[in-house]
């Protein structure tokens, strides 16, 4: 079940999407990304949970958009364990790493594989669950998502986007539910846009420094000069990570 948070935005297209999976007996359930601090956000994805036990929160990564609600984490689960790759939003149980498996229920089936997937930020991960990638940022369902800098890594990015590829041809998954906008029903298709899109990016920023650009901000006037000042920002930040990449950032960027 996605319950979408009402904080749409230039970064959260609609919103973000909190999921509430439930275990095959229907006795317990685990929140995947409990979203940005909003009551009505909450007493929705609580009304999902119902009366179930509530096993487990994961955290897709860091940003406020997803974690912001665990803030208030003592007043609505204060024993719930939430698995994170940062050691500071983990509660009552170890960070997750890759590989790891999040039981939420009594069956076999009922457990949350995770996948590091580096790039968007260093914490993120999706998770495998019952045919389903739960993708957190590091595919959306519209447009591409953004390397972050310096929270994030190109490199590691392009290097997920290949890991998440292997897994789909492996089978693993079929369908990917993104933290913000719809269900993605061709990921083959999304993948390599992903991956084709950023290696576009990557040519068009090597021919900007060619043409003599040298800070993030003359890069992205040239790179990203069609976008709207809204999202302004994250442009400068992917242009980073891009600098980053080719070790061209100027130490003012960094
Ligand atoms: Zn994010």
Request: aromatic fraction near 6%; include cysteine.
């Amino acid at each position: 079940m996605r319950i979408r948070a009402n904080n749409p935005g230039p970064m959260t297209l609609t919103g973000t999407n909190t999921y509430v999976l439930t275990s095959q007996d229907d006795t317990s359930a685990v929140v995947i990304d409990p979203g940005p601090e909003m009551a009505e956000h909450r007493q929705a994805f609580l009304a999902e949970v119902a009366d179930r036990d509530l096993a487990a929160i994961v955290l897709t990564h860091q940003h406020a958009d997803h974690s912001e609600m665990l803030g208030s984490i003592e007043q609505w689960a204060p024993e719930v364990p939430v698995y994170a790759v940062l050691e500071r939003f983990a509660r009552h149980t170890e960070p997750v790493a890759d590989g790891d498996e999040i039981a939420f229920g009594p069956s076999p089936a009922d457990v949350l594989r995770v996948v590091a997937t580096p790039g968007h930020t260093s914490d993120s991960i999706s998770l495998i669950h019952a045919g389903a990638l739960y993708s957190g940022d590091t595919i959306l369902g519209e447009g591409t998502t953004i390397v972050t800098h310096p929270e994030g890594s190109l490199r590691d990015y392009l290097n997920s986007l290949d890991r998440l590829r292997e897994l789909l041809d492996a089978g693993e998954f079929a369908i990917i539910e993104p933290a913000h906008g719809e269900r993605i029903d061709t990921p083959a298709e999304v993948i390599d846009y992903y991956r084709s899109h950023r290696l576009e990016r990557i040519e068009q920023v090597k021919a900007a420094l060619e043409q003599g650009a040298s800070t993030a901000s003359e890069v992205c006037d040239i790179v990203y000069h069609d976008v709207d000042p809204s999202v302004r920002p994250a442009a400068e930040q992917i242009v980073k990570a891009q600098l980053a990449y080719f070790d061209a950032l100027p130490a003012a960027d960094a």
